[in-house]
């Protein structure tokens, strides 16, 4: 794989294709971030961008992880002294997700964001966004329902924090792209260039296909849970023999959630993905390639029984050693 597909597998959207070209190209000394919010343990949608991160340091870029405590606070998540320790429980999951520790920056927001420089910086932009784009950007990422002064900054600060910590590439979940376009329009008035930004895909709803998984409702998969939690979960998940299942009788848009998990999350990860069944119905399955895998339960080769089965042993792998870090 060359760079340029290495950089981009699996991403949504490209902000913009010629600009990661050119990072491609020469990605030597380039930097690139995620920004999370400190939520206590790391579940399956930290681990998707943490996937594109993993490529990264593959492709030569150094990785930045932004322990984004301030926006956490701003977003109501809870107390300054709470999130400040699940970002350290945080910092230690993701490393044993297989961050290289000694390849990844790891920077708490209110190490620079309390500056006096970024604050006056932050000021200029606020200046230069009106506060229904602000209230725009933050639609996918507000906790609440009404839009808080303190989350109309929200989207502002994550503009400047693409300066403050000097990366050439900004990494996030399709949720925050928003807030990237707000970035590129409104950083040139301070006279900053335009950010590159890729965003990776959102997964369904697991038990339905329908919508984003979220961590706030429905079911999703985190570090906290048991190997019987994920048998359960996923054996529990909507699996039509489809990559593209029909709408719903109201018109719901789904996804087939199982088949995303190993795209974005074993194929990734893992060389070859194994789907064991007795001798009696066919023995055991090899895969090389995500699309194979789905060519096989679309024909039917591949029961949605057994793509489950062998998807909670790679996802428990997966997890094991961040639940380790938690038990500890
Ligand atoms: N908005 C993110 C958190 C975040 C991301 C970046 I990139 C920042 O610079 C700051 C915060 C979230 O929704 O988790």
Do not use: W
């Not at 609440?144 to 590439?169: F, H, K, N, R």
């Amino acid at each position: 794989m060359d760079a340029y597909d290495l950089i981009t597998r699996n991403a949504s959207e490209v902000v913009t294709e010629d600009e990661v070209r050119a990072l491609a190209d020469d990605s030597e000394g380039k930097r690139a971030y995620v920004g999370y919010e400190p939520s206590g343990v790391l579940h399956i949608g930290h681990m998707l961008t943490a996937n594109k991160l993993i490529d990264l340091q593959e492709a030569g870029f150094e990785v930045v992880v932004l322990l984004a405590d301030v926006h956490a606070y701003l977003n109501g998540k809870g107390t300054f002294e709470e999130i400040r320790q699940t970002a350290e429980r945080m910092k230690a999951q993701f490393i044993a997700y297989g961050l290289d520790e000694s390849q990844t920056e790891f920077v708490l927001g209110s190490e620079f964001q309390l500056d006096e420089s970024y604050v006056l910086d932050l000021h200029a932009l606020e200046l230069e966004t009106t506060l229904s784009r602000a209230e725009r950007a933050m639609a996918e990422i507000k906790s609440g329902e009404s839009v808080t002064v303190a989350q109309a900054v929200y989207p502002i600060m994550q503009a400047l924090d693409i300066v403050y910590l000097d990366v050439d590439l900004a990494i996030g979940g399709m949720e925050q792209r928003k807030v990237h376009m707000l970035a590129r329009d409104t950083l040139p008035s301070i006279n900053e260039d335009a950010p590159t930004c890729m965003h990776t895909p959102l997964i369904a709803d697991l038990a339905t296909g329908i919508g984003k998984m979220s961590s706030s409702k429905g079911v999703t998969i985190s570090m906290e849970d048991t190997t019987e939690d994920i048998e359960e979960k996923v054996n529990d998940a909507f699996c039509p023999p489809t990559a593209d299942p029909d709408p719903t009788d109201d018109g719901e848009a789904r996804d087939n959630p199982v088949l995303q998990i190993f795209e974005y999350h074993v194929f990734p990860r893992f060389e070859r993905v194994v789907v064991e069944r007795p001798d009696k119905y066919g023995g055991n399955l090899e895969y090389d390639d995500y699309e194979s895998l789905e060519a096989d339960l679309e024909s039917g080769e591949l029961h949605p029984l057994d793509a489950k089965g062998a998807l909670a042993g790679y996802l428990d792998e997966l997890i094991a050693p961040g639940r380790e870090k938690i038990d500890a």
